[in-house]
Protein backbone atom coordinates (compact mmCIF):
# COMPACT_ATOMS: atom_id res chain seq x y z
CA UNK A 1 0.00 0.00 0.00
CA UNK A 2 1.35 3.67 -0.92
CA UNK A 3 2.24 5.23 2.21
CA UNK A 4 0.07 8.48 3.52
CA UNK A 5 2.62 10.77 2.83
CA UNK A 6 2.46 9.35 -0.49
CA UNK A 7 -1.33 9.85 -0.56
CA UNK A 8 -1.04 13.22 0.50
CA UNK A 9 1.73 14.33 -1.97
CA UNK A 10 -0.19 13.35 -4.43
CA UNK A 11 -3.63 14.69 -3.18
CA UNK A 12 -1.66 18.19 -2.86
CA UNK A 13 0.01 17.99 -6.29
CA UNK A 14 -3.91 17.51 -7.80
CA UNK A 15 -4.13 20.85 -6.24
CA UNK A 16 -1.84 22.60 -9.10
CA UNK A 17 1.59 22.42 -7.21
CA UNK A 18 4.40 20.94 -9.41
CA UNK A 19 5.72 17.82 -9.34
CA UNK A 20 9.06 18.98 -10.78
CA UNK A 21 11.89 19.89 -9.54
CA UNK A 22 14.09 21.23 -12.23
CA UNK A 23 17.15 21.93 -9.88
CA UNK A 24 18.80 18.75 -10.00
CA UNK A 25 18.88 18.63 -13.85
CA UNK A 26 19.90 22.45 -13.84
CA UNK A 27 23.00 21.82 -11.48
CA UNK A 28 23.74 18.42 -13.05
CA UNK A 29 24.06 19.94 -16.45
CA UNK A 30 26.17 23.21 -15.23
CA UNK A 31 23.33 25.34 -16.11
CA UNK A 32 24.42 24.80 -19.84
CA UNK A 33 20.82 25.34 -21.57
CA UNK A 34 20.89 23.41 -24.74
CA UNK A 35 22.28 20.26 -22.58
CA UNK A 36 19.02 20.48 -19.91
CA UNK A 37 16.44 20.78 -23.63
CA UNK A 38 18.12 17.88 -24.96
CA UNK A 39 17.26 16.13 -21.82
CA UNK A 40 13.75 17.68 -21.66
CA UNK A 41 12.86 16.44 -24.91
CA UNK A 42 14.24 12.96 -24.30
CA UNK A 43 12.00 12.80 -21.40
CA UNK A 44 8.81 14.18 -23.59
CA UNK A 45 9.90 11.41 -25.07
CA UNK A 46 10.65 8.45 -23.60
CA UNK A 47 7.49 8.43 -20.33
CA UNK A 48 4.99 8.57 -22.95
CA UNK A 49 6.54 5.02 -24.35
CA UNK A 50 7.13 3.97 -21.28
CA UNK A 51 3.67 4.77 -19.90
CA UNK A 52 2.08 3.16 -23.15
CA UNK A 53 4.30 0.10 -22.22
CA UNK A 54 3.38 -0.31 -18.50
CA UNK A 55 -0.61 -0.05 -19.86
CA UNK A 56 -0.06 -2.67 -22.49
CA UNK A 57 1.42 -4.63 -20.03
CA UNK A 58 -1.46 -4.56 -17.14
CA UNK A 59 -3.46 -5.47 -19.97
CA UNK A 60 -1.84 -8.84 -20.45
CA UNK A 61 -1.13 -8.78 -16.90
CA UNK A 62 2.47 -9.31 -17.91
CA UNK A 63 3.79 -9.22 -14.32
CA UNK A 64 7.78 -9.26 -16.10
CA UNK A 65 7.25 -6.19 -18.25
CA UNK A 66 5.78 -4.53 -15.90
CA UNK A 67 8.45 -4.88 -13.11
CA UNK A 68 10.69 -3.81 -15.89
CA UNK A 69 9.14 -0.72 -17.12
CA UNK A 70 8.38 0.29 -13.52
CA UNK A 71 12.13 -0.14 -12.81
CA UNK A 72 13.00 1.80 -15.78
CA UNK A 73 10.86 4.97 -15.13
CA UNK A 74 12.26 5.20 -11.63
CA UNK A 75 15.41 6.22 -13.78
CA UNK A 76 13.81 8.84 -15.74
CA UNK A 77 11.78 10.79 -13.43
CA UNK A 78 14.45 10.57 -10.91
CA UNK A 79 16.47 12.98 -13.44
CA UNK A 80 13.59 15.40 -13.50
CA UNK A 81 12.76 14.95 -9.90
CA UNK A 82 9.52 13.94 -10.17
CA UNK A 83 9.89 12.46 -6.27
CA UNK A 84 6.12 11.42 -5.39
CA UNK A 85 6.48 8.91 -8.14
CA UNK A 86 9.10 6.84 -6.54
CA UNK A 87 7.04 5.10 -4.00
CA UNK A 88 4.31 4.54 -6.60
CA UNK A 89 7.15 3.18 -9.09
CA UNK A 90 8.77 0.99 -6.17
CA UNK A 91 5.41 -0.79 -5.68
CA UNK A 92 4.42 -1.42 -8.96
CA UNK A 93 7.70 -2.73 -9.14
CA UNK A 94 7.84 -5.51 -6.39
CA UNK A 95 4.16 -6.32 -6.93
CA UNK A 96 5.55 -7.17 -10.64
CA UNK A 97 8.34 -9.43 -9.47
CA UNK A 98 6.23 -10.72 -7.31
CA UNK A 99 3.78 -11.93 -10.14
CA UNK A 100 0.42 -10.76 -7.90
CA UNK A 101 -1.87 -7.81 -7.05
CA UNK A 102 -2.88 -6.30 -10.61
CA UNK A 103 -5.62 -5.03 -9.03
CA UNK A 104 -3.44 -2.45 -6.94
CA UNK A 105 -1.06 -2.18 -10.08
CA UNK A 106 -4.13 -0.74 -11.82
CA UNK A 107 -4.16 1.48 -8.98
CA UNK A 108 -1.47 2.69 -8.79
CA UNK A 109 -1.30 3.05 -12.26
CA UNK A 110 -4.11 5.33 -12.47
CA UNK A 111 -1.28 7.75 -10.34
CA UNK A 112 1.39 7.00 -12.38
CA UNK A 113 -0.70 8.31 -15.48
CA UNK A 114 -2.10 11.30 -13.88
CA UNK A 115 1.12 12.33 -12.06
CA UNK A 116 3.37 12.17 -15.42
CA UNK A 117 0.14 14.12 -17.30
CA UNK A 118 1.26 17.04 -14.72
CA UNK A 119 4.94 16.34 -15.23
CA UNK A 120 5.02 16.29 -19.03
CA UNK A 121 3.12 19.06 -18.75
CA UNK A 122 5.36 21.70 -16.69
CA UNK A 123 8.05 20.00 -19.13
CA UNK A 124 6.48 21.60 -22.17
CA UNK A 125 6.05 25.01 -20.50
CA UNK A 126 9.60 24.87 -18.53
CA UNK A 127 11.42 24.01 -21.62
CA UNK A 128 10.30 27.06 -23.15
CA UNK A 129 12.89 28.51 -20.70
CA UNK A 130 15.88 26.60 -21.92
CA UNK A 131 15.99 27.97 -25.87
Do not use: W
Request: charge should be negative; include cysteine; hydrophobic fraction near 40%.
Amino acid sequence: MIKNESEKDIQKNSNGEKVCDLNYLTEMMGGKKSLIKEIMDVFLKQIPEELQSINDAITKTDYATIKKFAHTMKSSVSIMSVSILTPVLQEMEDLGARAIDIEQIKQLNQKLNLICKQALEEIEREKLNFV
